[in-house]
């Protein structure tokens, strides 16, 4: 297969009119549940067909550049594409996922990353692990995330709705489908229930692989081609049923450098530890380095990364629209958005991978969106096509 070469030259924003939260809008709206963000025109006008069951099916990391990456144009994921559309800022799993199952945008929503300063407890904690930040140690003996930036996900606003009924399939969590065998049947079994019902299905991979292999690894082809022909053959076993697939983020080879052994001038102007994302990183400034961090930070870093401060980030909406959530304090003074390869991470300790996401290119920001309609197996109109063939085989005999 040809490589495609990847090309990162200017910052590319997230259009939030075009975007994964228009999609769970639009879902919702179907679903009887009244949006909070604009929809999906094309969403729209599928779903007006009325299917007895919708799936949105969530690879993580499978971006656009993966996808054109590993498979042709002839494989089932890129034969039905129906678009390729935008993540959130940060693009990133924390923030993509949760403004899909919430329908609300990162600064609304407050999970704007993998490591969330609040102030409140004045910590730094791993949102999805209530763990504190490069630690496996629990923040509290009580959900942090949880208490201060709750929502109401995707399947608790539509089984309130009672339009229809809307269950979630995971690789973990109370349910746990850790086989995908497991998680493909039970998908299955959802679409053969005699009711109109929607089912929101999470896969972690491929990018547990790309951040450990990178984004030209044929262990990454591998899982991607095998995704394609797992995906080819839940749409085909499910009818009256229509799919949407897609990605959070995609994913870009990356260069790592450490703040406080590579550039300790900058570290040493910090309150606190980097938090967020490498690629999209939240900076806490001592008072008396507030005039000179921007300069220092744009001399350094500034053919690598956007630098925002607190109030550009708010007035251009780069954590998409809407009211900030009350609650929220994880931005900081300034904003750091990578756009080329350099990465920063806190220290020589901190986790370090091959391929990352979260920054400002088009590889992390550009997901697809494929559709699939499986229609239902008509018994009559079968019936009628075999007495059709029927009665032109005895014809056939008869003239001879």
């Known amino acids: 297969m040809k490589e495609i070469i990847d090309e990162i030259e200017e910052p590319v924003f997230p259009d939030y009119e075009n975007s994964i939260l228009n999609l769970s809008n639009s879902i919702l709206l179907h679903f009887g549940v009244k949006p909070e963000h604009h929809t999906l025109a094309s969403v729209d006008e599928i779903l007006s067909h009325n299917y007895k069951h919708v799936v949105v099916i969530l690879l993580d990391g499978l971006g656009m550049n993966i996808l054109e990456k590993h498979l042709t144009y002839k494989d089932f994921l890129r034969r039905h594409l129906l678009s390729d559309y935008s993540s959130v800022f940060p693009p990133t799993t924390t923030a993509s996922t949760t403004t899909f199952l919430s329908g609300k945008s990162p600064i609304e929503h407050g999970w704007l990353g993998w490591d969330v300063y609040f102030e409140q407890e004045d910590k730094t904690v791993t949102c999805f692990f209530n763990t504190l930040q490069d630690s496996d140690k629990q923040a509290a003996d009580y959900n942090i995330p949880g208490k201060y930036i709750p929502y109401e996900n995707i399947i608790e606003k539509i089984n309130k709705a009672e339009v229809g009924k809307a269950y979630s399939v995971f690789p973990f969590g109370d349910e746990p489908h850790p086989q995908m065998s497991d998680w493909l049947d039970t998908i299955r079994k959802h679409c053969h229930k005699d009711e109109k019902n929607f089912v929101y299905a999470y896969w972690e991979n491929p990018d547990h692989e790309l951040h450990f292999k990178g984004t030209n690894s044929n262990d990454v082809a591998k899982i991607v081609q095998d995704l394609n022909a797992k995906m080819t053959y839940i749409c085909e076993e499910c009818p009256e049923t229509v799919f949407f697939i897609t990605a959070d983020h995609g994913h870009t080879d990356i260069r790592n450098e450490t703040l406080v052994e590579d550039h300790p001038e900058i570290s040493k102007m910090l309150i606190r530890q980097t938090s ?51 609650n929220l304090t994880g931005i900081g003074d300034f904003i750091a958005a990578a756009y080329k390869e350099k990465t920063l991470v806190w220290n020589k300790n901190s986790k370090q991978f091959k391929s990352h996401h979260a920054g400002l290119s088009k590889n992390e920001l550009s997901i697809p969106l494929i559709w699939y309609e499986s229609k239902p197996k008509r018994i009559g109109l079968i019936i009628y096509y075999a007495l059709i063939a029927l009665f032109v085989t005895f014809l056939f005999i008869a003239i001879i």
């Open 276 to 326: 967020i994302e490498p690629r999209a990183i939240s900076f806490y400034v001592k008072p008396e380095f507030m005039d000179k961090f921007p300069e220092a930070f744009k001399k350094e870093f500034g053919k690598d990364y956007v630098l925002f401060s607190k109030a550009e980030v708010l007035d251009k909406q780069l954590f998409g629209p809407g009211f900030p959530n009350s």
